[in-house]
């Protein structure tokens, strides 16, 4: 099983700030690495796929980075609806899909 | 528009059996596969497995398999999640997501809509 770790597992920051969050595979996933959101009560949605692809509909100041196993999602200027919790996950279909343990974004 | 739209919350006891639905519409159901995820109370994402409507040929996590059993009727371009005895650890919130193939320089996968969530609680 490839393992994802996320970091950190939460994070406290103000609107404005830029935030950088990061996730490491346990084994190369090449750039099969997408980001969620998720809210309170609500669905995943999703941000990044392929590493560093926006899905159509997400701001841009949601960016992705990363290949091999390290990887990272930076919000350049938080905004108050970013508050929320963000998961990655490895999409090597072929051998399953996992997601790291999530990173908490809470108001400062 | 594309919609997941899964059956209603479900309070079951343990032994049990339950299976839940997943209808999605505005798109072509047997062109996309469907993966069932797993979140439970206050806890992370855990990815139960995949369907291809088309064929109906699933891959289960290891951690799954066993547990539940997936299946699709495409004429009515649904996906359901179902399990024949009901633990109380099967507690949680189940989502169904659209299992998305993008064509590039490299095939990716991702899950480009969800499902509402059905909550299922087991309880004695």
């Known amino acids: 099983d490839i393992q994802m770790t996320q970091s950190p597992s939460s994070l406290s920051a103000s609107v404005g700030d830029r935030v950088t969050i990061t996730c490491r595979a346990s084994q190369s996933i090449s750039s099969y690495l997408n980001w969620y959101q998720q809210k309170p009560g609500k669905a995943p949605k999703l941000l990044i796929y392929?590493?560093?692809s926006l899905q159509s509909g997400v701001p841009s100041r949601f960016s992705g980075s990363g290949s091999g196993t390290d990887f990272t999602l930076t919000i350049s200027s938080l905004q108050p609806e970013d508050f929320a919790t963000y998961f990655c996950q490895q999409s090597y279909r072929t051998l399953g899909y996992t997601f790291g343990q999530g990173t908490k974004l809470e108001i400062k | 528009e594309v919609q997941l739209v899964q059956s209603g919350a479900e309070v079951k006891k343990p032994g049990e059996s339950l299976r839940i639905s997943c209808k999605g519409s505005g798109y072509s159901f047997t062109s996309y596969w469907i993966s069932w995820v797993r979140q439970m109370p206050g806890k992370g994402l855990e990815w139960m497995g995949t369907?291809?409507?088309?064929?109906?040929?699933?891959n289960y996590s290891p951690s799954f398999q066993g547990h539940v059993t997936f299946s699709a009727d495409k004429t009515i371009s649904t996906a359901y999640l179902q399990w024949s005895s009901l633990k109380a650890s099967d507690t949680a919130m189940y989502y169904c997501a659209r299992d998305t193939t993008a064509f590039g320089v490299v095939i990716m996968y991702f899950f480009d809509y969800w499902g509402q969530g059905t909550p299922v609680t087991v309880s004695s």
């Open positions: 392929a590493a560093s």
């Open positions: 369907i291809d409507p088309s064929d109906s040929y699933i």
